[in-house]
Nanobody, 122 residues
């Protein structure tokens, strides 16, 4: 079982930037889809972005499109989430996940990291 470990969370002011990383302990198969999700207190987990491991195709939620960028480094089995122009409503625990479908539904992902807290102060 591949283990996913997120890092890079923290506190930032509105308008600031953070870069999250997600390192996989084992091989990520070319058919995999890697995603970022987030969950704010009292809310359901929501999709943020995904990337196909093989092709690099990406998909973003409307709430982050144009502000966040997902990328990958195959040689390091790592994905990133560059978050710019952060808003207070981006405050949440961010999770990295691995699945096999090009999907924004959290139920289609079977490998999850432990999460990293992102706090944006207004």
């Amino acid at each position: 079982q591949v283990q996913l470990v997120e890092s890079g969370g923290g506190s930032v002011q509105t308008g600031g930037s953070l870069r999250l990383s997600c390192a996989a302990s084992g091989r990520i198969y070319s058919s995999s889809v890697m995603g970022w999700f987030r969950q704010a207190p009292g809310k359901e987990r929501e999709f943020v972005a995904l990337i196909r491991w093989h092709s690099g195709s990406t998909l973003y939620s409307d709430s982050v499109k144009g502000r966040f960028t997902i990328s990958k480094q195959n040689s390091e089995n790592t994905i990133f989430l560059q978050m710019d122009s952060l808003k207070a409503e981006d405050t949440a625990v961010y999770y990295c996940a691995r699945g096999s479908q090009y999907s924004s539904n959290a139920r289609d992902y079977f490998n999850w990291g432990q999460g990293t807290q992102v706090t944006v102060a207004s």
